[in-house]
């Protein structure tokens, strides 16, 4: 299933959420309980809106956080109307998250339940404080089975569809790999680092990758680097096309070109990019302590 598809029923489910958690809030008898109910409402109408618009998940940002407050905002306002509602806990530790986040959740977990002992028998409270650790758990195993697969699907994913721009652990796989091309075809290929400011890295990564041959890649190495690989018939073919591609780089980055088959440490070309300081330094030969 194509990925445009499952972001559309998800967009279904939370629009249908937030009608449910917009007619509770109608319906609701006290202020306090409305008011949650509609900022949980308007949080899940954004959140729908802004699904299909994202072209990177932000797996570091922790979205998780606003639902895990209103469920726990809820169940202590008012308990006995949204008792059920103990349960979402565990759905809420299922979803990837931050680890503080996961902490967080779980410890206002523990509290909502802890703060439902007066509307509860003893027996009553002690079962379900029982299954809610048996469900928690449940989440928490599967969250981290989604971790790994995200971990393993990044490793191989791009990170703006359409583009041929790769996470970095394709890097060293590719630059073996198109160095034992350049060896055998007599073909120049080179490695392009750039340095930049954060907040130019995803637009220029975008522009640099529309410009990139089929057969060309991109890369992200961190939050301020980039890498292509450029492969060219001879080295003046690689200098003339090297010129067109960054001409409108920003003079406050920093560009270092590594041809291939000299290619030494790629994490001492990485500090020497940060160390140098000239606007583009182009190595054909590079030697290495």
């Keep these: ?38 900022l949980a409402a308007l949080w899940l109408t954004v959140t729908a809106s802004q699904a299909a618009r994202r072209r990177r998940h932000p797996a570091t940002v922790p979205w998780q956080l606003l639902p895990g407050l209103l469920l726990a905002a809820l169940l202590w306002v008012t308990p006995d109307r949204h008792l059920t509602w103990l349960w979402a806990w565990a759905i809420l530790l299922m979803v990837p998250q931050p680890r503080w986040v996961l902490l967080l959740n ?22 379900a404080g029982l299954l809610l650790a048996g469900l928690m758990l449940l989440g928490l195993a599967r969250a981290l089975e989604l971790q790994a697969l995200q971990r393993r699907i990044r ?23 198109e160095r034992e091309r350049a060896r055998r075809e007599d073909s120049h290929v080179e490695l392009v680092l750039l340095h930049v400011r954060r907040r130019q890295l995803w637009s220029l990564a975008e522009r640099l990758c529309q410009r990139l041959r089929p057969f060309e890649n991109g890369y992200r190495l961190d939050r301020r680097t980039l890498a292509l690989l450029l492969i060219h018939r001879d080295a003046e073919q690689a200098a003339e096309r090297r010129r067109v591609l960054l001409a409108d780089i920003d003079d406050s980055a920093r560009v270092r070109v590594i ?20 606007h583009i330094e182009a190595r054909e030969i590079v030697h290495h302590d």
């Design 155 to 177: 490793h191989r994913a791009r990170l703006l569809p359409g583009l041929p721009l790769w996470p970095s652990q394709c890097l060293r796989h590719d630059v073996q790999r």
């Design 1 to 38: 299933m194509l990925s445009k598809y499952k972001v559309g029923l998800m967009r279904v489910n939370l629009l249908i959420a937030a009608g449910l958690a917009s007619f509770l809030a109608i319906t609701a008898e006290t202020l306090p309980d409305a008011l949650l109910l509609g």
């Design 106 to 127: 779980a410890a206002l977990a523990v509290t909502s339940w802890w703060h439902l002992r007066p509307s509860l028998d003893t027996e009553q409270w002690a079962l």
């Design 259 to 278: 041809a291939l088959p000299r290619l030494g440490s790629l994490s001492g070309e990485r500090r020497a990019l940060k160390r140098q300081a000239r």
